[in-house]
């Protein structure tokens, strides 16, 4: 205190009212901030999830947390008046579509059947792409362009969780980047930074000592097997090889089963659902199962495919921690691809065209007068599937097994004991959920508001379960990678999801019967529609930077500019190796000349 | 009045060398006034500023019950002057000061090397790594490592944090190797 008065003393009059005044605006946003933690969602249930559990789950649950931005939903709809546009000329066969809303009397139960399968009285609500129109809407003297909007909107939606998603993982990237080749999965980390300080709970305490010793052990044997691999000969190489290619080719055979079996659920499922007859229960009940038998087969592939990953990777082997996350990635890939096949196929049944009329409209106009609406209900019907499979799973399998488990003392219910939380499992049921979501945006505008209300509810969900059923792993994972690891594969999982809504967009062409893209032949044609409409000097910039004598430097110069960075990066790994080896230098002529000054001494 | 002169201590004592170190002090004061005061006895709650609360008394907190470096701790941020291990109500902020989020890497993986180093020489040499691996793997016979496991994990550790290859690890090379661990930030925390 006496330093900083005589430090303040020293300073001149204006000098001293800036660091007063610097201290207390650091004070006042303290306060703001501390507020402000207060209102941040779920920071308490996050915190206690930490210290139960670990900082392992508590990163889950944060994943979870960063999804929930979803909730831009689109409301293209205004009830003031509309100013009419006439429907351009094109053959009046593609444009009859007469969605069967519900109409006099029905049994309550066809409610129920509508609200599960988006047909019925769903399906002429804004929720679908076919209640959208092509009209304008007028805001006082302003036109509001309703297809534009449309379009943008779902643009500026994904363009949003593509940022936001990029700045979270923009922190582990840095971290991952530098450190990589240190291969920081290394002792000095587990060993300082092992012990998490915010556990309270005994029992808790005492499992991450099993597990710290646990994992400790593991890598010290890891360390071992990669002695014994580079100890191997050339024959035991040789076997081992054939081995792996022998079990990678089982694994693209199960994929192409699991991809087989969807193309020939999804084919049948639309052949087959019947939306006209209303009438018998049993009939409605079997037409609900075919409809949702797509995302049955999903399901059950999704399930099936790690069980079976899981048991192949023994024989490979590996080292643990490449075991676990070649696991990872071809389960990411299995989640990821199974929702592309049901798209693949449903993109081969709508623009299959055997007549004439068909190929005037551009696809099968009879099966699908308005097919955006169809492919928005198959990624309805997926999303609700998933929420209620999350949902019956934890009610019919984790509260019994922990009933069972606390009441019975058999032995093989001892042995099979509580569920550990799969954290890796629950997050690619987030990314896949999530994945859906993004595809589903264009065709279901409101998907992303269904979404954020799903995942508020399987937060609440997943953490009852998590409190109430669940043992902490006992082999735990580490919260650093983890993080960065659970944002890139959302990121693959954004990414790929630009790839059939591109295709949706621009090369399919729109259902003239219903959308607000009636008058365009695709979806992207309203883009340049509106850009004819600028002024000519806006219109000449916009075709100048879409131009390739634009584009082709751009993109040179930003190639230059990466290298620079990398060479950089480079630069700077150097500096810091020669000034570790400075030091080692350093501590040796320490020791030479403290041997020399003890030699002096001695004469 | 008692609470008014400890206001006044602690405003002080917010200006002081200590915590202008260290910015998470100003947030973590009241709370950490309520809790401190709870762990003495009633008769002794108004003159908390001043009073000493014994190292058995600390140890019931629930954030110190389950920390295998419970001892540590309290020997690291006591200053008491009998060896009793007792905290004031300037340790305990302290305490949750070096603990909180606010606190900077610097500040942390100091405390952390004085509360590793189990003989208070300076430096962690072998002996004072086999203690804090045997922390953290449980107090049992059966849960502590092998001799040959300890013996390859020490020798990992080494390698990778003595850069002057003198066998022991100084505060500087702690401090160098705990910069680069992306986990300690997030692990070294207490929150009341």
């Known amino acids: 205190r006496d330093y900083q008065q005589a430090d303040i003393k020293s300073l001149s009059g204006w000098k001293q009212w800036k660091s007063a005044s610097s201290k207390s605006l650091k004070k006042c946003l303290n306060e703001v901030k501390e507020l402000s933690s207060y209102l941040e969602l779920w920071r308490h249930d996050i915190h206690s999830i930490e210290g139960k559990f670990g900082t392992g789950i508590q990163s889950y649950f944060s994943l979870l947390f960063v999804t929930l931005p979803s909730i831009i939903s689109k409301y293209g709809v205004f009830n003031s008046s509309f100013a009419k546009i006439p429907p351009k000329n094109i053959e009046p066969h593609c444009t009859v579509y007469n969605p069967s809303g519900n109409k006099g009397l029905v049994y309550f139960y066809t409610y129920l059947k509508d609200l599960l399968s988006g047909t019925g009285f769903l399906e002429v609500t804004s929720l679908f792409y076919g209640y959208y129109t092509i009209d304008d809407a007028w805001l006082s003297i302003l036109r509001y362009n309703l297809p534009l909007a449309y379009l943008l909107a779902t643009f500026a939606y994904l363009a949003l969780s593509l940022l936001w998603i990029i700045k979270r993982s923009v922190e582990g990237f840095k971290q991952n980047l530098v450190h990589d080749e240190d291969q920081f999965q290394s002792y000095c980390n587990k060993v300082f930074a092992g012990w998490d300080f915010c556990i309270t709970d005994p029992n808790a305490a005492r499992l991450k000592h099993r597990s710290l010793q646990y994992e400790l052990q593991t890598d010290l044997e890891e360390e071992r097997m990669k002695q014994k691999i580079a100890d191997r000969t050339m024959k035991e190489k040789l076997r081992i090889y054939s081995l792996r290619i022998f079990i990678n080719i089982i694994v693209i055979a199960v994929l192409s089963g699991c991809f087989y079996s969807i193309y020939r659920a999804t084919v049948f499922s639309q052949e087959n659902s019947n939306v006209s007859i209303r009438d018998d229960i049993r009939m409605d009940s079997a037409n609900l199962l075919v409809q949702y038998l797509p995302s049955i087969v999903i399901t059950l592939a999704n399930f099936v495919a790690p069980q079976i990953f899981s048991f192949l990777i023994r024989f490979e082997d590996y080292s643990p921690a490449f075991e676990i996350r070649l696991t990872l990635m071809r389960c990411v890939f299995v989640r990821l691809a199974n929702i592309g096949v049901l798209l693949f196929s449903l993109w081969s049944q709508i623009s299959y065209c055997a007549t004439v009329e068909c190929k005037a409209c551009g696809y099968n106009y009879e099966l699908y007068p308005c097919w955006e609406s169809q492919v928005g209900q198959e990624m309805y019907k997926l999303m609700i599937f998933d929420f209620i499979i999350i949902f019956a799973v934890t009610l019919f399998l984790d509260f019994p097994r922990k009933l069972l488990v606390t009441h019975c003392s058999c032995k093989l219910v001892q042995w099979c004991g509580l569920q550990e939380f799969g954290i890796s499992d629950n997050v690619l049921e987030i990314i896949y959920g999530q994945t859906i979501c993004w595809i589903g945006t264009f065709f279901s505008p409101l998907l992303p508001a269904i979404a954020t209300i799903k995942y508020f509810i399987i937060f609440y969900i997943k953490k009852i379960s998590l409190i109430h059923t669940c043992k902490p792993a006992s082999r735990p994972v580490r919260a650093s990678s983890s993080n960065f690891f659970f944002l890139v594969v959302l990121l693959i999982g954004l990414v790929l999801a630009f790839i059939p809504l591109g295709i949706s967009i621009a090369q399919i062409p729109s259902s003239k019967a219903c959308g607000p893209f009636r008058n365009f032949n695709t979806s992207w044609a309203v883009v340049p529609a509106t850009v004819l409409g600028f002024p000519a000097g806006l219109q000449q910039v916009l075709y100048g930077i879409t131009s390739e004598a634009f584009a082709v430097p751009f993109f040179m110069v930003i190639c230059l500019v990466m290298v620079y960075f990398i060479a950089l990066a480079g630069a700077h790994k150097r500096v810091v190796e020669q000034l570790r080896e400075q030091l080692v230098m350093e501590s040796r002529d320490k020791q030479f000349l403290i041997r020399k000054i003890a030699e002096a001494q001695r004469h | ?192």
Not at chain 2, 87 to 115: C, G, N, P
Not at chain 2, 176 to 186: G, Y
Request: proline share 3%.
């Open chain 2, 1 to 192: 009045m008692a609470v008014r002169q400890c206001r006044a201590a602690r405003k002080r004592a917010a200006w002081g060398v200590r915590a202008a170190r260290c910015p998470g002090r100003r947030c973590a004061s009241t709370s950490a006034y309520k809790r401190f005061s709870e762990l003495l006895p009633k008769e002794e709650r108004n003159n908390a500023c001043s009073a000493r609360v014994p190292k058995s008394q600390i140890l019931t907190l629930p954030e110190l019950r389950a920390n295998p470096f419970q001892h540590r701790i309290c020997h690291v941020f006591s200053t008491s002057d009998d060896g009793d291990d007792s905290m004031s109500f300037e340790d305990f902020l302290d305490m949750l000061s070096v603990f909180s989020d606010s606190a900077t890497s610097d500040i942390k993986s100091h405390y952390a090397f004085r509360i590793f180093d189990f003989d208070d020489d300076g430096t962690l040499d072998r002996k004072n790594l086999e203690q804090l691996v045997n922390c953290l793997t449980g107090q049992g016979e059966e849960s502590r490592l092998s001799t040959a496991e300890m013996e390859q994990l020490i020798q990992n550790i080494l390698e990778e944090s003595d850069i002057d290859k003198d066998g022991t690890i100084n505060l500087s090379e702690f401090q160098h190797v705990v910069s680069r661990s992306p986990d300690f930030a997030s692990s070294f925390k207490i929150v009341l």
